[in-house]
């Protein structure tokens, strides 16, 4: 990217690290939505985790969640599993519904974030040690809906 970009994606994250500091939880749930379009700005990363483990609203934590899960990418893999290793009793449950929303419906995609997860800890240390293999547990007890055509569906068998 050029320069350009990176300063005009450096602003927008300085915008909404303002509005996740919000008082009105509307507003912080649509800060954490939109920053997880920048999950891969380190300077989202914090603000990310603040809203994952929002203490006054798990819907907040809710919807940063289901954004960072629904890039389907490192980037949104890594913050969720750093937030699990921080969570509450009901910051993990939200963001389990929000791993059952997101990968709940297509086997590839649950499969696809169950191999990428499989990394998270080697590539980025033992801390996420914890919240990876909660997050593997999530996607492990998902039964999707719907598999490949040439894949015969478990539930079937």
């Not at 690290?17 to 999950?39: C, H, M, N, V």
């Not at 990428?116 to 492990?140: F, H, W």
Request: net charge negative; proline share 4%; glycine share 6%.
């Amino acid at each position: 990217m050029g320069a350009m970009s990176n300063e005009a994606r450096g602003d927008v994250v300085a915008v909404l690290t303002r509005l996740a500091q919000s008082t009105d939880y509307r507003d912080r749930a649509d800060a954490g939505r939109a920053l997880a379009s920048f999950a891969d700005v380190p300077a989202a990363h914090e603000p990310l985790q603040r809203l994952l483990l929002d203490p006054n609203d798990t819907f907040v934590t809710r919807a940063t969640a289901e954004a960072l899960l629904r890039r389907q990418d490192t980037a949104g893999l890594v913050a969720v599993a750093s937030a699990l290793t921080k969570a509450d009793f009901n910051q993990m449950a939200w963001i389990h519904t929000a791993v059952r929303d997101v990968f709940g419906v297509f086997a590839s995609e649950r499969d696809t974030a169950l191999g990428n997860s499989k990394a998270l800890t080697r590539d980025y240390g033992m801390a996420l040690q914890c919240g990876v293999d909660q997050l593997r547990e999530m996607l492990i007890d998902i039964n999707p809906v719907l598999y490949p055509a040439d894949e015969p569906d478990p539930r079937r068998q």
